[in-house]
Structures are given as structure tokens and as C-alpha cells.
């Protein structure tokens, strides 16, 4: 489902095949998804699976990470110089958040029709 999980497919032309290993690749993301502060982060075969715990408490940043709740890279090879790179992340955790805070405006509003405009508008 679109506003939920978000799913994104596409092919590559390898230029330097070497450097380009397809498990090189994946371990380079393994890496940068763990500098993002991503957790349970497993490296397959094929691909990379991460999972977010609810509640992170990292400080006073913009974490690119928080509203992602789970995702998974994979990375095929389709000949000698094309891969399949694909992703898809799971985005539930931002209706929950927009949910609590529309629940917390309606109770300070005391008004449905508050509640209902700032769910809209998150």
C-alpha cells in the first residue's frame, strides 16, 4: 500500500565491474544504513534487511532514520554489466506519530473537527 510502504525498482549499467561487486555494494550499505542509525541491520546473500526499533532516543537530531520502520535493499546481477537494484522501506510508524498528535490537539481543542483538520494537514 502507497502512503505505508513504498516499494522502487530500477536497473543499473555497471561501469567499472570490479569496484562495482555486488557484495561490495551491500556491504557499503550496510554501512552507511548504520551510520543513519539504523537497526538489526542483516546482510544476505543478495541483499540488506533492516528493522527500527519504535522508540530511539538519539539526541537533539534530524535522524533520517526515525519514521522508517523496516526495509530491505536488494541487489541482483542481470548479466555481465547490469544489476537490478530495488528497495522497499515500510513507513507505518508516521500515522502512528500523526496519530498521537492529533489525539493530543483534540484533547487541548477539545474540538473533532481540530483533531481531524491536523491529521489531514500532518
Excluded at 522508517?68 to 554489466?81: A, C, F, M, Q, Y
Aim: with cysteine; hydrophobic share 45%.
Amino acid at each position: 500500500m502507497f502512503p505505508l510502504h513504498v516499494k522502487f525498482s530500477r536497473d543499473i549499467k555497471l561501469v567499472n565491474i570490479e569496484k562495482q561487486n555486488p557484495q561490495n555494494i551491500l556491504v557499503f550499505l550496510e554501512k552507511r544504513l548504520s551510520n543513519k542509525n539504523a537497526d538489526n541491520i542483516y546482510v544476505n546473500l543478495n541483499s540488506v534487511t533492516f528493522k527500527n526499533s519504535l522508540f530511539k532516543f538519539i539526541g537533539w537530531s534530524w535522524a533520517l532514520m526515525l519514521p522508517v520502520d523496516s526495509g530491505r535493499i536488494k541487489l541482483e546481477t542481470i548479466n555481465n554489466n547490469r544489476l537490478s537494484f530495488e528497495y522497499e522501506i515500510s513507513l507505518r510508524r508516521i500515522l502512528l506519530i500523526a496519530g498521537v498528535i492529533c489525539m493530543f490537539i483534540y484533547s487541548k481543542s477539545n474540538s473533532v473537527t481540530m483533531g481531524l483538520i491536523s491529521f489531514a494537514w500532518l
